[in-house]
Nanobody, 123 residues
């Protein structure tokens, strides 16, 4: 499966932004989907994940209550809605696909990755 992330941009603290991840080549419903981010000089970190049907989500503590992951399998697209953005949310955001069934937070669990989209939050 090929993944294409889009929708990043530059916003002010407190603003909202939605990034998307479109899949091609395979049906997205066959994959657990995860979002990760990487800030300059830092390791890639888990943001959240969603099960194949979208019935269950899992979030990192740093974004819980502010970020929401959803998916539209008919459109082969996964979304990351980010509200109440903070400067520390500034990073390149990546979507990833996992052929296993359980939610995973380790990057090594995900076999396929998108190219990333930059999100910059200024204070």
């Amino acid at each position: 499966v090929q993944l294409q992330a889009s929708g990043g941009g530059s916003v002010q603290a407190g603003d909202s932004l939605r990034v998307s991840c479109a899949a091609s080549g395979r049906t997205l419903s066959n994959y657990v989907m995860g979002w990760f981010r990487q800030a300059p000089g830092k390791e890639r970190e888990f943001v959240g994940a969603i099960t194949r049907t979208g019935g269950t989500t899992w979030y990192a503590d740093s974004v819980k209550g502010r970020f929401t992951i959803s998916r539209d399998n008919a459109k082969n697209t996964v979304y990351l809605q980010m509200n109440s953005l903070k400067p520390e949310d500034t990073a390149v955001y990546y979507c990833a696909a996992d052929r296993n069934y359980g939610l995973a937070k380790r990057a090594q669990e995900y076999e396929f990755w998108g190219q990333g989209t930059q999100v910059t939050v200024s204070s």
